[in-house]
């Protein structure tokens, strides 16, 4: 079900937009060499707590999970790249890691992930995240009253053709409000001008994500994290928005 929001809700949500969007600069900041993801998740954890948040990972248990997440953050290290279950590992030089961090502050939810490299970094990780951005960006940008879900779709997708990138259907984006996880889908690929019309009040997560030389994954032994088949690092960017009137509102915008 397509729920709108009011201007008055999408008011009532920004609270939560800048709550995550802090936790992820914090994050973004925090992480560096030798870091463990285990300190990384109880930065989060902590904050929440301060902000008298709720994280909406640490119960989560969907169809496709062994157990609940039992985490409040996501990391994805190198040819991990999505839904990364924090683990005793210490950040090494060159690392490429992705976050993504998705809480409920008065009743709204919000959702972000960013990616970075820890210490020297390689060109060509750069270059993944900085296409990752730009799809991201573009996405935004389609997300205008008018437009369907599938120019947004497109939009990210041409930025990975553009760059040489295959792009996995799998994983998107998707609706956001009360909880984390609603319609419609946002696909990382698809046909400009076909899927739902999108108006004025829709809250939706923006999220491309793209590995270096595949769109094969696996899931890990973890249960959870999400690798490359063939073990090319990966990069993942994800912001919440509004559509309105006056166009897309990113909710989760870092200042
Ligand atoms: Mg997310």
Redesign the pocket.
């Given at each position: 079900m397509i729920e709108l929001r009011t201007p008055t809700q999408i008011e009532q949500m920004r609270p939560a937009g800048r709550f995550v969007a802090s936790v992820i600069s914090a994050l973004a900041e925090k992480a560096d060499v030798g870091v463990n993801l285990l300190e990384l998740d109880a930065m989060a954890h902590d904050m929440i707590r301060a902000q008298g948040a709720e994280s909406c990972y640490i119960d989560y248990h969907p169809s496709f999970g062994a157990m609940p997440f039992g985490k409040v953050l996501c990391t994805s290290v190198n040819e991990a790249v999505l839904h990364g279950l924090p683990h005793d590992y210490v950040l090494q030089d060159g690392d490429l890691l992705s976050v993504?961090f998705?809480a409920s502050v008065d009743g709204w939810v919000a959702?972000?992930?960013l990616s970075v490299v820890v210490g020297t970094p390689r060109q060509e990780d750069l270059d993944l995240i900085a296409t990752t951005d730009r799809a991201l960006a573009a996405g935004i940008a389609a997300a205008t009253v008018g437009n369907r879900t599938g120019d947004i779709s497109a939009a990210i997708g041409d930025v990975a053709r553009e760059a040489g990138l295959r792009v996995n259907l799998q994983f998107g984006g998707h609706g956001v409000g009360r909880t984390m996880h609603g319609d419609p889908h946002i696909a990382n690929d698809g046909r400009a001008g076909r899927g739902l019309k999108l108006r004025a009040g829709l809250v939706i997560?923006i999220?491309p994500w793209f590995l270096h030389t595949t769109d094969e994954i696996y899931i890990d032994k973890d249960g959870w994290t999400i690798k490359s088949q063939d073990g090319s690092r990966g990069a993942h960017m994800?912001h919440t928005i509004a559509v309105t009137d006056d166009g897309p509102l990113v909710l989760t915008a870092r200042g």
């Open positions: 993504d998705a959702d972000s992930a997560a999220e994800e």
